[in-house]
Antibody
Framework: QMQLQESGPGLVKPSETLSLTCTVS??????????WGWIRQPPGKGLEWIGS???????YYNPSLKSRVTISVDSSKNQFSLKVTSVIAADTAVYYC????????????WGQGTLVTVSS | QSALTQPPSASGSPGQSVTISCTGT?????????VSWYQQHPGKAPKLMIF???KRPSGVPDRFSGSKSGNTASLTVSGLQTEDEADYYC???????????FGTGTKVTVL
């Protein structure tokens, strides 16, 4: 059974960089049919796709966040990562990692989510 | 790309049906048959319920069904059960560089 687990600091100061890692178990991150993505949800609000990466390293980002976001993959560790620079209070959210299907876009496995608070 | 539009809330009594709409544009919902629906209980991760407009993943009850007409997709939950009370989000492929556009979310209440 595939499992995804987010990890990283729960508190980040304004203007600093938010860094999270998603560790995949129960399956390989390699495979040309999958994408690996990050989705966030501010408290009490809806879901927002941040971006996704393929095992080739190709990346796709939400245009509204593209200038501040980097997603990368480390196949040797079965992990992929998210960096968001110059964070502000509005970046406070539960951050989820998820597996996607490339050919027929859908997110079929999700991590449990991790709350990141931006505050001094 | 703007969020897809869903009604904030919907409700029904046990055993009844509820239908949730998801309105996008000719660039997302109307352009592709890649609409998905996710169920989210409080404090939990979203769960895939419907993909490619009307297909159900293994293990999802057939009480859940999806459809699409033009720029609007719909999720119907038939035979409502108490455990169906949750938030529901639609999502659509948005084009070559936008893999996912989410809806605004609908809270379903079982009366």
């Amino acid at each position: 059974q595939m499992q995804l687990q987010e990890s990283g600091p729960g508190l980040v100061k304004p203007s600093e960089t938010l860094s999270l890692t998603c560790t995949v178990s129960g399956g390989s991150i390699r495979g040309s049919i999958y994408s690996w993505g990050w989705i966030r949800q501010p408290p009490g609000k809806g879901l927002e796709w941040i971006g996704s990466v393929y095992d080739t390293g190709n990346t796709y980002y939400n245009p509204s966040l593209k200038s501040r976001v980097t997603i990368s993959v480390d196949s040797s560790k079965n992990q992929f990562s998210l960096k968001v620079t110059s964070v502000i209070a509005a970046d406070t959210a539960v951050y989820y990692c998820a597996r996607g299907l490339i050919a027929t876009p859908r997110l079929d496995y999700w991590g449990q989510g991790t709350l990141v608070t931006v505050s001094s | 790309q703007s969020a897809l539009t869903q009604p904030p809330s919907a409700s029904g009594s046990p055993g009844q049906s509820v239908t949730i709409s998801c309105t996008g544009t000719s660039s997302d919902v109307g352009a592709y048959n890649y609409v998905s629906w996710y169920q989210q209980h409080p404090g939990k991760a979203p769960k895939l319920m419907i993909f490619e407009v009307s297909k159900r993943p293994s293990g999802v009850p057939d009480r859940f069904s999806g459809s699409k007409s033009g720029n609007t997709a719909s999720l119907t939950v038939s035979g409502l059960q108490t455990e169906d009370e949750a938030d529901y989000y639609c999502s659509s492929y948005g084009g070559s560089n936008t893999l996912y556009v989410f809806g605004t979310g609908t809270k379903v209440t079982v009366l």
